[in-house]
């Protein structure tokens, strides 16, 4: 399997969408793309199943590595575990159901979809660099394009929240780069596998550490750096937000994990209660927050923080348990978040608001989308049988594990947030999908065929990973276990 | 082993109605949907049926004791070795009659649905949500993992939601729902700390597993968990109380139960399956599941009697003085249900000391067909005078003689009037209590009466009271034959249910224990009782105003009974009054204003300064000049004074 298709077919689609004559050939073309990477990430897929039923135990499949700029030893190197593959896969479905759902985007759309599969280009290129510049590189590339589709098609206060959230997230690229440097220096080299086998010295690690935490951190929704999010996703058209929440707020998520505690374990440990804390913290107050929020996309940007902090929260245990579910839960919140953005999308478009207050019944006139709007709630609020479940429960297994009091308490405050969780998600839905219908929507319509389509890409995700964990819990596993090897080293130095 | 291979089938067949009625029905289906339903869970019934003549009769048993049988396992979630969540099938005496009692009580709800929900818009809706319901409860009762009940535990607990919330537009069933769904979630947590608590210390998720390990003498795993412990408390018994107040939540104990009587909003035929039959019996259920762990810790089993004990007594108090037929039932549940907590509670693991066990059992047993009755009973009785208000009732038993007959049944049989099966199970729970509590033998004797007297003034008040109003007599009757047939089943049921030997089948430890009524011992609870209808009888056969009077008379106890003892009033306080604007909004307000206010802070600050540093290059030669000599000057300065 040629891995740098991933990174071909995507700016292939971008290069054809410039020279296409018209909306709907645009349309058609980010289509015909988004369908072939979902395709090249199932082949992936299946080759990767193949290669490890074989036998195959290196830690990463399908290297690729061709020198780039020799004199500061930078490498295009790329390869994959079971991690990268459950992330491309999550990306991959992702792009499809957004695209679908920006079907009837007319406004600038040759702008607006190239855009989008640039974004794509990005993560994709993200989750499977084994070198940290390029790893840099492709976070970058992911960064800029969120601020033009916020600034250009958005909503509301757009300009503020556009500049608002590439500010800070270019604060936190400069964090990383700062850690990433940190790291270069320290072993000589930007290759993620080489740099994990050299130990660092604990003291380097001990600078370092906070700045590619901090900066990843931020990318996903890290407390007291999270004020992007509600903003930056209430202004963002429904697929920015579906790609902001789905994919951006993973690559944070990836990047604490792969980069930052992987390559420095001792730090990890040492500042464990630090990160357990701010998880802590954003697990329940992103929950109290959300539950105060009127704005449906305002409650779901706000609740995506208390859910990522869930995926802070399993990598500061440190276990394997927990680690595992830290990546279940980033699959599990880019498909429902992405869900819900879509749902409450499809909502505004034909009602014009997204106020709680004015919304009413929606059940009686559009049962489908009001059933992909309970779907996402559910899943949300950890329903067995939806992904949410699995996720959390495994965070919350794993982070018991972990005997010292203080754990134990932020593991019971976390675990109480699935009570708020519930309280938010019905009042929402209660208000919004139930009770008496105002009159002035007795007749909007039903969802639209790219509509349905792109809920059934996503919903049959998150009901795949809800009925069957024992599935991505095993291709997951391997990356997770071999990760902990080194994570334990560290842990049993102490 | 013997062939169990089609026990899976029970509950898959609600799972693929549920699934081809919820995606299919509205649309393609439409009113066979009721048919189909029904039809697939007769299948699973007469499964079932079958289940239990194989474990009861043929092969349950090893040297005179029930065996625990493994139908089915997988691995579903693993989370560490010996730590996974599988999904199981386990057959023990216990679980193979819930499968019994929920199928066949389901079956009968079903049956009944076809003519009570007639014409619904959400028809095809209704059965795919009874579907999910079933499925979840047969994997609630069946499983043998821990974690796999919490998982069944919680979707029964969304289908009660989505049922209750069947009539999502009218806005008191939608508060109805979401209150079932966040009371019994507050109480979930309880649950979930406590499985993580025994999975801790236990090293398993497997029920079995988990009792033999904890019950072996001197294991490793149990002196850990009595030995450690927090604020005074043995780690042992913080996890099966967290447990147990899972277990309080959904079987509406106190003060947990204030989602219970709300739930009523959903409607009658639900309220028969769910809110009284099979998933507020859960929490019994789920404490006598783990029974063997429960027995060796005294201090959890207090918390489980008096829990009982007091929601029993109190559920009964309120329950004569509610107005809404519903309601009155709904309390009774309740009431019940305490019954067979505190007789939980009053147990022991083996032999005679679990007495308390096998009546807790039965009760369940039998209080699942009579209370089922009286809900269908009372689901046919709204269905006639579209009201749930005594006041507009009155007078039925002429125009309605099977429900009256039925509904007459189940108040004798709930009322423990001797030869009827509530009256066979009550004396074991009254005969456990003598032996182990005489306080709690005095509780539930006086429970016992109050229970025969609100049952009464139902029924009286339904029945006789005044003469039927002439609306009554209208078009449609007493029902369907569908809507009858049902009545009369679980009559007979409701009669000879009690007659079956339970002792012999279901006890703590699998062996049979013989039980023998005794006569003598029965003379005060059925005399109270008898006394009690009698008083029900003077007060409301006829119209007359002594009830009021009584009422007065009792004037401040009376109100605040009727009012619930301002359970909700409590709650409401706490949530509306404290939690949202001392917790929830200055969250919200500190978010807003001083963490994004920082972060803004931080942008405006680095704005100003690279205004001000913009400033400087303003592109005039001469302000350039400017700063260029004074540079100059300011360097001289510097120059001269540090080479001195």
Redesign the interface.
């Known amino acids: 399997m040629n891995l740098s298709l991933l990174i071909v077919l995507p700016l292939f689609t971008a290069v054809i969408i410039l020279f296409c004559k018209g909306f709907k050939q645009v349309r058609a073309v980010a289509l015909a793309g988004s369908l072939a990477q979902l395709a090249a990430a199932g082949w992936l897929l299946m080759q990767y199943l193949n290669e490890r039923n074989a036998g195959n135990k290196s830690v990463m499949l399908f290297e690729e590595k061709y020198n780039w700029f020799r004199n500061l030893h930078i490498d295009y190197h790329i390869g994959v575990d079971g991690i990268s593959i459950a992330m491309i896969l999550l990306t991959a479905s992702v792009v499809v159901a957004g695209i679908l759902v920006s079907w009837t985007m007319d406004k600038l759309s040759k702008e607006f979809f190239f855009l989008l599969v640039l974004l794509s280009m990005g993560a994709y290129g993200f989750f499977i660099s084994l070198d940290l510049f390029t790893l840099f590189f492709f976070l970058e590339v992911a960064v800029i394009p969120k601020f033009l589709l916020i600034g250009i098609w958005g909503s509301g206060k757009k300009e503020y929240s556009a500049m608002?959230l590439a500010?800070?997230l270019m604060g936190g690229s400069a964090l990383v780069f700062i850690g990433l440097m940190g790291i270069y220096f320290q072993t000589g080299s930007f290759d993620l596998l080489q740099a994990s086998q050299s130990h660092l010295p604990v003291e380097a690690q001990k600078f370092f550490f906070p700045f590619a935490f901090l900066g990843f951190g931020i990318f996903a929704a890290l407390?007291?750096?999270h004020?992007?999010v509600p903003d930056g996703h209430a202004s963002a058209p429904t697929a920015a937000s579906m790609f902001l929440a789905g994919i951006s707020m993973k690559l944070g998520g990836y990047g604490c994990l792969r980069v930052a505690t992987f390559l420095m374990p001792d730090a990890a440990h040492q500042y464990a209660w630090i990160i357990i804390l701010l998880a802590t913290i954003a697990i329940i107050?992103g929950a109290?927050?959300t539950?105060?929020?009127t704005d449906l996309k305002y409650i779901n940007a706000y609740s995506s923080v208390s859910h990522c902090g869930f995926v802070i929260l399993g990598i500061g245990m440190m276990n394997?348990?927990s680690i595992?579910g830290a990546v279940l839960q980033m699959v599990s919140h880019g498909l429902m978040t992405a869900l819900f953005f879509a749902a409450i999308g499809m909502i505004y478009s034909r009602t014009h608001t997204r106020m709680v207050a004015q919304l009413g019944?929606l059940?009686?006139v559009m049962?489908f989308i009001s059933t992909l709007f309970v779907i996402a709630g559910?899943c949300s609020?950890?329903?067995?049988?939806f992904s949410g479940?699995?996720a959390e429960?495994?965070v919350?297994?794993?982070s018991?594990?972990n005997?010292d009091g203080w754990y134990r308490f932020a593991?019971?405050l976390s675990?109480?947030s699935?009570?708020v969780t519930?309280?938010y998600i019905?009042?929402a839905a209660?208000k919004t999908?139930?009770?008496?219908?105002p009159p002035e929507y007795n007749s909007l319509p039903d969802a639209a065929w790219n509509e349905k389509l792109a809920a059934i890409v996503l919903v049959a995700g998150i009901v795949l990973v809800g009925v069957a964990?024992?599935l991505l819990?095993q291709l997951i596993t391997p990356g997770t276990e071999n990760m902990m090897m080194q994570i334990g080293k560290a842990i049993t130095q102490k | 082993m013997a062939n169990y291979s089609y026990i899976p089938w029970i509950p898959l067949l609600p799972l693929i109605c549920f699934v081809v009625l919820g995606i299919f029905g509205?649309k393609h289906i439409g009113n066979a949907s009721g048919i189909i339903g029904t039809l697939s869970l007769a299948v699973s019934a007469v499964l079932s049926l079958i289940a239990a003549d194989q474990y009861f009769f043929v092969d349950g048993k090893l040297n005179g004791v029930y065996q625990k049988i493994t139908a089915f396992k997988y691995?579903?979630?693993?989370?560490?070795p010996n730590?996974s969540?599988d999904i199981s099938i386990v057959l023990d005496p216990v679980s193979v009659m819930m499968l019994v009692v929920v199928t066949f009580v389901s079956l009968m709800v079903h049956l009944f649905s076809l003519g009570y929900m007639k014409g619904e818009e959400r028809f095809a809706t209704y059965y795919a949500f009874l579907s999910l319901f079933t499925f979840s409860m047969l994997g609630l009762v069946m499983a043998g993992n821990l974690?796999q009940v919490y998982?069944?535990w919680?979707?029964v607990g969304?289908s009660s939601f989505l049922l209750i919330?069947y009539y999502?537009?009218k806005?008191s069933a939608?508060?109805a729902?979401?209150k079932a769904?966040?009371v019994t979630?507050?109480a979930?947590?309880g649950f979930?700390?406590g499985i993580?608590i025994m999975?801790?210390y236990g090293k398993t998720l497997d029920i079995s597993t988990l009792i033999q390990k904890l019950t072996a003498v001197q294991s490793a795993e149990y002196t850990g968990m009595a030995t450690a412990g927090f604020l005074g408390v043995s780690v042992l018994t913080w996890g099966l109380t967290l447990v147990f107040v899972g277990g309080a939540g959904k079987s509406a104990m106190f003060p947990l139960h204030i989602w219970l009587p709300d739930a009523m909003e959903g409607p009658t035929p639900v309220s028969a399956l769910i809110h009284a039959a099979t998933m507020v019996v859960a929490g019994v259920y789920l404490v006598a599941r783990l029974f063997p762990v429960y027995s060796i810790d005294a201090a959890a089993l207090t918390v489980v009697t008096w829990t009982g004990a007091f929601s029993a007594l109190l559920a009964a108090v309120i329950a004569c003085t509610q107005t809404d037929i519903k309601r009155v039932l709904a309390y009774s549940t309740m009431s019940q249900i305490g019954y067979m907590m505190f007789a939980l509670g009053v147990a022991r693991q083996g032999g005679e000391e679990g007495l308390g066990y096998m009546a807790s059992m039965f009760h369940l047993f039998t209080h699942a067909f009579f209370k089922s009755l009286l809900f269908l009973g009372a689901g046919a009785v709204i269905h006639m005078v579209h009201s749930n208000e005594m006041k507009d009732m009155g007078g039925l038993r002429k125009q309605m003689p099977v429900t009256h007959f039925a509904f007459l049944v189940g108040c004798m049989a709930i009322a423990g009037v001797p030869l009827l099966s509530g009256f066979f199970s009550k004396e074991e729970i009254l005969l456990a209590a003598w032996h182990s509590n005489k306080l709690v033998y005095g509780v539930a004797l006086f429970t016992a009466a109050l229970t025969a007297f609100y049952m009464f003034r139902l029924y009286f008040s339904i029945f006789w009271n005044k003469d039927a109003q002439a609306h009554h007599a209208d078009k449609h009757g007493e029902g369907t034959m569908s809507m009858k047939l049902p009545l009369i089943i679980l009559s007979i049921l409701a009669i000879g249910a009690g007659y079956i030997p339970f002792s012999h089948f279901i006890t703590s430890d699998g062996s049979v224990l013989e039980t023998h009524t005794d006569i003598v011992f029965s003379v005060a609870p059925v005399v109270l009782s008898l006394l009690a209808i009698a008083l029900a009888a003077s007060l409301y056969r006829k119209q007359n105003d002594k009830p009021d009077k009584i009422a007065k008379a009792f004037g401040g106890l009376y109100k605040a009974a009727s009012r619930k003892f301002y359970m909700d009033e409590l709650y409401l306080f706490i949530t509306k009054k404290i939690l949202?604007p001392f917790?929830?909004?200055p969250?919200?307000w500190i978010?807003r204003n001083i963490?994004?206010g920082?972060?803004?802070g931080l942008?405006s600050a680095t704005a100003s300064v690279s205004a001000v540093i913009k400033g400087l290059q303003s592109g005039k030669v001469q302000a350039y000049a400017l700063y260029f000599f004074g540079g100059v000057a300011a360097l001289a300065v510097l120059f001269i004074y540090l080479w001195k």
């Not at chain 1, 609020?381 to 049988?385: A, E, R, Y």
């Not at chain 1, 999908?433 to 219908?437: Q, R, Y």
């Not at chain 2, 691995?75 to 560490?80: C, G, K, T």
């Open positions: 608002k500010l800070m407390f007291p750096f004020t992007w107050y109290f927050a539950m105060m929020q394997q348990t595992n019944g059940l009686k049962p559910l609020l950890g329903l067995p049988g479940f699995i429960m495994t919350f297994m794993g018991w594990q005997p593991t019971i675990c109480a699935i009570v519930a309280v019905l009042r209660g999908v139930m009770g008496p219908i964990p024992f819990n | 509205r691995v579903w979630l693993e989370f560490a730590l969540i974690f998982m069944f919680e979707l969304v919330g999502f537009e806005p939608v508060a729902s979401k769904f966040i979630r507050f979930d947590l979930l700390i993580l999975a801790f949202f917790v929830g909004q969250i919200a978010d963490v994004d920082l972060m803004n942008a």
